[in-house]
């Protein structure tokens, strides 16, 4: 099987505005940043910015211990540049409320352009679920950093 690295997950991406996307993203060796509310918080809010600058438009996201899934229409600007832009201003909020510096996120992220024809909300429902399907939780309002615009 081969191995993928995160400068071979660049080769062919495409950006199309418009289209939905799904993106994952992963912190940096999968530490659990996001276990604390407080540090999950500053990536919603980012997201959040994002979507207000008219890079997406948010549909679904939910911010995991060690890792954000997010699904998005995509705006104004490029995977590349909208990734850029979430990830680095959070890295840099997270590490001044940790008190801490170095990098938060891994390298690169993992995107899934959708078709239209496939059912957005379904993909959305696959997102939000992720805190049952880990086992963090038992019914899904019991978990905070998650949010769909259908809710």
């Known amino acids: 099987m081969p191995r993928f690295h995160s400068s071979s997950l660049r080769v062919g991406r495409w950006s199309e505005s418009g289209r939905p996307y799904l993106l994952t993203t992963n912190t940096i060796d999968r530490q659990p940043f996001f276990r604390d509310f407080w540090v999950g918080r500053l990536v919603v809010r980012e997201l959040r910015r994002t979507a207000e600058a008219g890079c997406v438009e ?17 705006g104004n600007a490029s995977l590349a540049q909208t990734m850029l832009q979430v990830k680095s201003a959070s890295a840099v909020n997270i590490n001044r409320h940790l008190g801490r510096s170095g990098p938060v996120w891994q390298r690169g992220y993992q995107d899934r352009a959708l078709r239209r024809e496939e059912d957005i909300k379904d993909v959305a429902r696959y997102v939000v679920a992720n805190p049952l399907r880990a ?17």
């Open 135 to 151: 086992g963090l939780v038992r019914k899904l309002n019991d978990y905070p950093l998650w949010d769909a615009i259908w809710v």
């Open 58 to 74: 948010s549909l679904a996201w939910v911010v995991m211990p060690d890792h954000l899934h997010w699904l998005a229409v995509l």
